[in-house]
């Protein structure tokens, strides 16, 4: 009893986290012992889009048992005895939830639009014109610029699995890919999983899937924009703690 009755000032603990309609979400997450329930619901929103109202959490050790739900929102974490290793799992109770029907997760439910080759010629102002349109005005410094192995030499120290930040906004996250995509076009590319869902989609782009990220979570990036090394996940609550 006396330890949940007195946690540690600076005492944390890194949890799994789950999701009930979210199958390929998973995530590793530092929490401080002094949280509320509802601020971990508050943080963990952020993660995967359930609201706060609409989400029961409950806990289970590392032999995947199930030890209690959370079910005071005004009790500080460190209450349940959560230690390294154990699991969160969010249910969500909200039918009408983004997170609901799969279509976060499986693509091929959304709809998409489409063009044909023909009406997408007959437009100006795409991309396409614009590059007939530089290649015509100088042909040997546009091939120099969008070759094959465009800003190949910058990818030389990125390496999948590492951490990274990117520019513009200093977005942190985990190195998912690095190569070319003829998609986005000629040259190299690096795939991002941010630690917040700043991206713009799951590791799928323009039907090609060069990565797996919980949605909003992926960016394709040009190298230049890459820095790698020792970049943590961001704690948003660490600017309100002393």
């Known amino acids: 009893m006396a330890s949940r009755l007195q946690i540690e000032g600076d005492a ?4 799994r986290v ?3 309609n979210l199958k390929s979400f998973a995530a590793d997450i530092r929490f401080s012992l002094q949280m509320s329930v509802e601020a971990v619901k508050d943080k963990l929103w952020k993660k995967c889009g359930t609201s706060v109202n609409s989400m029961r959490l409950e806990l289970y050790d590392d032999c995947k048992n199930k030890l209690c739900d959370l079910s005071d ?3 500080p974490l460190g209450f349940y005895s959560p230690l390294d290793g154990f699991r969160i799992h969010i249910i969500d109770l909200d039918p009408s939830s983004v997170t609901s029907g799969g279509w976060l997760e499986d693509t091929s ?3 998409k639009y ?3 080759e023909d009406e997408y010629n007959k437009r100006s102002g795409t991309f396409r014109k614009f590059k007939e349109q530089m290649a015509s005005q100088n042909p040997s410094e546009f091939r120099n610029k969008m070759s094959d192995d465009y800003m190949e030499d910058l990818c030389s120290n990125i ?3 590492g951490r990274c930040e990117v520019d513009p906004g200093e ?3 985990v190195v998912k890919y ?5 998609a986005l076009g000629p040259g190299f590319w690096i795939g991002v999983q941010y630690d917040e869902p700043l991206g713009k989609h799951d590791g799928i782009v323009k039907g090609t899937q060069y990565f797996q990220c919980p949605p909003l979570c992926g960016a394709m990036v040009r190298p230049d924009k890459v820095k790698v090394g020792d970049y943590p996940e961001r704690d948003p609550f660490e600017e309100d703690e002393i």
């Not at 944390?12 to 949890?15: D, E, G, H, R």
């Not at 690095?178 to 003829?182: L, M, P, S, W």
């Open 178 to 182: 690095v190569g070319r995509a003829e």
């Open 18 to 20: 789950t999701h009930s």
């Open 73 to 75: 929102d005004s009790r």
């Open 109 to 111: 439910l959304v709809e």
């Open 159 to 161: 390496k999948v699995g």
């Open 114 to 116: 489409s063009i044909s």
């Open 12 to 15: 944390s603990v890194l949890l």
């Open 171 to 173: 977005k942190r996250g």
